[in-house]
């Protein structure tokens, strides 16, 4: 595998995630808050977004306000379930590729999304890295992470039952490939990349087992729903929404371009003459082969000759 010095990739292929976790896991709360939190940060309207993590696509009809929308995902199986909830048009384009790869030329996208993505990411800075330069000045990034300075971790931690502790910056990995973040760090990131933040939203305030099973989702929801804008002021929740505004260019940096081709470069070689071949696009450059199958454009590995 041409690895690329790449961090290692947390790989959904072939999961039954949507249906276990989301459909059949008493997520219903979760769901429900994040659609709360995604209509108050997200613009009316919009050109181009690109959904990270797309996974089988629970979240993209919320990003309709948006003209197109490349979903994408590193699992082509969990794309496959997308495609079958969101159906093949020239709204939706979707991409199997790394996050720390992105096949996107740079200030392309005017909307970013990454929900529930960055906490399997062994070198955040680095994939942030690559979200902002595929942005176009102005673009909007809604960042959802995990949050390691949480009420639990704090008193867990007080309480001397866990050893790490949620006070300070760097990333805990939990579970192997599985991070939680301190919000000072993600800020601090996204600042360093020249994003400001203009909007911090806190959710899951209730995510405690016996609350969900006793009190009724809908006031679960109606609670975390107005809870969700103390987030301005601190952030002691589970999960964590920030909206990020990529500093405004000189004039003239945005690129614009209609046709699905010219929003990918090569991802080994950074060329962005790429060649539709029907069943794959080739690189100019380099002439590395990207398959196109069934609607699923696969920039992770090239098709081998
Ligand atoms: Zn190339």
Redesign the pocket.
Not at 268 to 271: H, V
Not at 285 to 288: A, D, G, L, T, V
């Given at each position: 595998m041409d690895t690329k010095n790449s961090p290692p990739v947390c790989n959904y292929e072939g999961s039954d995630y949507q249906t276990s976790f989301w459909d059949q896991g008493g997520r219903q709360y979760e769901d429900r808050t994040e659609a709360i939190a995604l209509k108050r940060l997200l613009p009316k309207s919009g050109r181009l977004m690109l959904e990270l993590g797309a996974g089988a696509g629970r979240n993209t009809s919320r990003y309709a306000g948006f003209d197109r929308i490349v979903v994408l995902d590193y699992s082509r199986t969990q794309l496959e379930q997308a495609q079958e909830r969101l159906g093949q048009s020239d709204k939706y384009i979707y991409v199997a590729a790394d996050v720390y790869r992105l096949p996107f030329i740079d200030d392309l996208f005017d909307g970013a999304t990454m929900i529930r993505v960055l906490h399997h990411m062994a070198d955040a800075p680095k994939a942030l890295r690559q979200i902002k330069n595929v942005m176009a000045s102005g673009g909007i990034f809604i960042l959802e992470f995990a949050n390691k300075l949480n009420l639990k971790a704090i008193l867990r931690y007080l309480l001397g039952r866990q050893k790490w502790s949620p006070f300070t910056l760097e990333p805990v990995e939990f579970v192997e490939l599985n991070f939680d973040f301190h919000p000072d760090a993600v800020q601090n990131w996204l600042k360093e990349l020249g994003f400001s933040i203009e909007r911090i939203l806190t959710l899951s305030h209730f995510r405690v087992g016996f609350l969900k099973r006793f009190v009724p989702t809908g006031i679960l929801v109606f609670f975390d729903s107005i809870f969700q804008w103390t987030g301005a002021w601190w952030q002691y929740t589970p999960s964590v929404f920030m909206k990020a505004v990529r500093a405004k260019q000189e004039a003239g940096s945005v690129k614009r371009t209609l046709s699905v081709l010219g929003y990918f470069k090569?991802p080994?070689?950074?060329?962005s003459a790429l060649v539709d071949k029907t069943d794959y696009l080739e690189?100019s450059?380099?002439?590395?082969r990207w398959e196109f199958k069934e609607g699923i454009y696969d920039f992770r590995e090239p098709i081998k000759n």
């Open positions: 090569c080994d070689c950074g060329g690189c450059s380099c002439k590395k």
